[in-house]
């Protein structure tokens, strides 16, 4: 039984388990890679947060764009990025998906709609509100979305973004990642408000509060609000209460978690969540999705591989995919 008690098709229920299954291993097997120092710099995982990637990107159309955060491994793979392209862009080769040169925090493809993950705390949501500004202009119909944590709704951006988009009923959804911390603060200490959709009604927009573990609430919720904005009627401010099971970065092991909270959080895994609903209606067993998740785990380990084998770029592709204005 679903939340509000309309069930996705199974097949989409398969895909969205199997998609959140790809972006736990890989996320897994990359915090490896960081700790192995295979890769340098840092990492941000999404582990636990995959039903909002999952769920939002699974209501995207062709044309329809996304921007998103250093955060952005699982939003990058539920837009449709390979595998490949991932690991090899997290290891800095030449066939990644940024040509080795984002890395982590940079995933980027515009081929599938990702116009980016921004290191800068809001940077994407501006971007959103452009790319949502040219859906308008040339007619396409299509929408934008962003993903941003609860944090960047104190950023300057986040109003400057909200009141243009809504001025100009712009087809743009927000999404706010709401996962209690801004790096090492809970958020309560940073904000005065307990939901962050309740800044909405500055905007005169609808704000809405999601169960953000739940891909297929997720799924509805935002549905009937990209409906909306298709239909022209504007942006809306959609939260989706999250967590994240790790770290801010590579290093953070959160001991300003207080006790008890991450296990409370486990108890609502999201991928346990989906599981869980397609085994009462009959639709997986617990053979089939350890199958499953061993396979994908295999895929991921070999992906790996393939990328350690890759090239790095050549010393001469510092000077391609750049411009300047003279
Ligand atoms: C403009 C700016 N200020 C500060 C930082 C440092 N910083 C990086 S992540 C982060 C916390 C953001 O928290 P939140 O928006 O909740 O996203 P989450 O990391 O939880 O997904 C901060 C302050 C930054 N990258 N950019
Ligand atoms: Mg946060």
Avoid at 121 to 142: M, Y
Avoid at 238 to 255: M, N, V
Avoid at 284 to 305: A, P
């Amino acid at each position: 039984m679903t939340q509000n008690g309309i069930a996705l098709p199974a097949q989409m229920r398969q895909d969205m388990l199997k998609k959140m299954l790809e972006i736990r291993a890989a996320e897994e097997r990359i915090q490896g890679l960081f700790l192995e120092n295979l890769v340098r710099g840092t990492t941000h995982l999404c582990i636990g947060q995959e039903a909002c990637s999952v769920g939002v990107a699974a209501v995207l159309q062709p044309g329809d764009t996304m921007t998103c955060t250093y955060r952005g491994h699982g939003h990058a793979l539920a837009m449709g990025m390979t595998m490949k392209a991932l690991m090899a862009e997290m290891m800095g080769k030449a066939s990644g998906a940024c040509k080795g040169k984002g890395g982590s925090m940079h995933m980027t493809d515009a081929s599938i709609g990702l116009l980016g993950a921004n290191a800068i705390v809001g940077a994407q949501l501006p971007i959103a509100v452009g790319a949502a500004l040219t859906s308008r202009l040339k007619k396409t119909g299509n929408i934008t979305v962003t993903f941003f944590g609860e944090g960047a709704a104190n950023i300057g951006a986040f109003h400057e973004s909200l009141n243009l988009a809504a001025i100009w009923k712009l087809p743009v959804l927000f999404i706010c990642e709401n996962n209690l911390y801004g790096e090492y603060s809970v958020w309560s200490k940073t904000t005065p408000v307990r939901d962050i959709a309740v800044r909405a009604s500055s905007y005169g927009i609808p704000g809405i509060v999601v169960d953000g573990q739940d891909a297929e609430c997720v799924y509805h919720e935002v549905s009937a609000m990209a409906e909306r904005a298709r239909r022209g009627e504007g942006p809306a401010l959609i939260e989706l209460k999250t967590y994240r099971f790790r770290g801010h970065s590579r290093t953070d092991q959160a001991p300003y978690r207080p006790k008890g909270e991450l296990e409370e959080w486990l108890k609502r895994d999201p991928i346990l969540i989906l599981k869980e609903r397609m085994i009462a209606d009959g639709q997986l067993d617990e053979t089939e999705f350890e199958e499953l998740r061993e396979s994908i785990d295999r895929q991921v380990v070999e992906v790996v591989e393939w990328a350690k084998t890759e090239p790095y770029p050549p010393v001469e592709a510092l000077y391609e995919d750049i411009y300047y204005e003279g």
